[in-house]
């Protein structure tokens, strides 16, 4: 912008570069909240969907799987509308209490990473792990979905209460890959450190939310209830 | 405006194979590299920039006469982007699972130098129809390169196409072909093959 016009063209008004950029603006605008709207219903199906089938992997036992969510005064009860961050108690086929496919968020290396875990309230530990919404680096972060000694720290990965009741009795912590030497740590991934570490702390601060609440209300819930509650995503 | 004397099929043609994007224009190599790890990765991310590519042009190429020279570029962007939003959404309708698959490479569409360098060199000094055939042509060409990446990859990589088993069980997969280092290997692979077809023709008289 050095005031020498082009010799093949006057210099453009301010007037025309608003109205071009504005005019160009309010379509990109309108286009994208159409595909919005056009897309939405369909794309919270197929969400409901994966997540039925994420429970289902995490958490094969359960037959029958109930959405509960904490009210506003922290008691648990059966969620008829699925919280952000759902989470499920399993049933096996004798309608008895199994395990908790329990959401967790938190941030990764580029963007928050949610992931759907298994509780078992037999083994008091963690026994099954996905993820369900990433954008890390592909080649590196991804492999905590792929990886299969990362993949192994969640088929025991231990979650008991201490003798009070209200947090976990080792707080779970992610190592550096191979020195896990606790059932309570999770051992991470050279070249995707951060993602994995993110994964655990993800894990512990889930953990330690839900892991009091359900056992405090294991008995409450020890069958199935009725059958209107249910929701099939067990199935 | 340049005299454009080319027919509207030699504007689709060049694209397929003279002006390919991947093979000869080295252009996009980044998702031709990165999601070019099965057929079907290939193919969708193909089709996403195939359609962004053509909804640009058919974007730039109309409003050519009302975008002033200084803001064609955040003009362009902001098109690219806006597609490249919508395929991401389309995605999302038409599977989860291929969208997780395509990962971060879906929103980073817009930063492919293949479209926004149709868009300054073609689109905004040509008509319609030929921007549109340039643009079929040149997305045609990238699909038809990642897939024949994505095939070679994923037939050695998983002893499969379009995950369908080609071989007995006993058939050793070729782990690297799948890993990022396979997609260099097979990308130098066809731009050798290509270029010595190219320079083969250039010289027989």
């Not at chain 1, 010799?7 to 025309?16: C, E, F, Q, R």
């Not at chain 1, 990886?147 to 009795?169: K, P, R, V, W, Y």
Request: with cysteine; charged share 15%.
């Amino acid at each position: 912008m050095n005031g020498t016009p082009a010799l093949d063209k006057l210099p453009t008004s301010a007037l025309a570069m608003y109205r071009s950029i504005m005019v160009i603006g309010a379509l990109c605008a309108l286009m994208i909240v159409t595909v919005f709207n056009a897309t939405e219903a369909r794309i919270a199906r197929n969400r409901e969907q994966a997540l039925a089938a994420a429970v289902n992997a995490v958490l094969p036992e359960a037959r029958v799987t109930v959405p509960v969510a904490l009210d506003a005064a922290g008691a648990l009860h059966t969620a008829d509308v699925l919280p952000a961050l759902p989470v499920f108690l399993g049933y096996d086929a004798d309608n008895q209490l199994v395990g908790a496919a329990i959401t967790g968020i938190g941030m990764g290396y580029q963007d928050n990473i949610r992931v759907l875990y298994a509780y078992s309230f037999e083994r008091q530990a963690i026994i099954g792990f996905k993820v369900l919404e990433s954008k890390e680096t592909p080649g590196l972060g991804d492999r905590v979905e792929t990886e299969a000694h990362f993949i192994a720290n969640f088929e025991a990965l231990d979650a008991q209460l201490d003798a009070t009741g209200n947090s976990l009795a080792n707080a779970i912590v992610p190592v550096k890959q191979g020195e896990k030497n606790n059932p309570w740590e999770v051992d991470g991934i050279t070249g995707a450190t951060i993602t994995s570490f993110a994964i655990g702390n993800i894990l512990n601060d889930s953990a330690s939310e839900w892991v009091p609440v359900l056992e405090a209300n294991r008995q409450v819930f020890a069958q199935a209830p009725a059958q209107e509650g249910n929701r099939g995503a067990g199935e | 405006m340049p005299v454009n004397k080319a027919s509207n099929t030699d504007e689709f043609v060049k694209g397929l194979w003279r002006d390919n994007p991947v093979f000869i224009m080295v252009l996009g190599m980044c998702p031709a590299l990165a999601v070019s790890n099965t057929a079907l990765n290939a193919l969708t991310m193909g089709l996403a920039t195939s359609f962004v590519l053509l909804m640009s042009a058919i974007c730039v190429s109309s409003l050519r006469h009302f975008i002033p020279r200084e803001t064609r570029i955040v003009s362009y962007i902001c098109i690219i982007a806006s597609f490249v939003t919508a395929v991401d959404y389309l995605l999302q309708a038409i599977s989860l699972e291929l969208h997780k698959s395509l990962g971060a490479f879906i929103a980073l569409i817009v930063v492919n130098c293949l479209i926004l360098g149709r868009a300054e060199a073609f689109s905004s000094r040509n008509r319609l129809v030929p921007s549109v055939m340039d643009a079929l042509g040149m997305g045609v060409g990238f699909t038809l390169a990642l897939l024949s990446i994505g095939a070679v990859r994923e037939i050695l990589g998983a002893g499969s196409l379009f995950n369908v088993p080609l071989f007995p069980d006993g058939y050793q997969t070729w782990t690297v072909m799948v890993l990022p280092s396979g997609g260099f290997f097979v990308t130098a692979f066809w731009l050798v093959v290509v270029n010595w077809i190219h320079q083969r023709r250039a010289l027989s008289p």
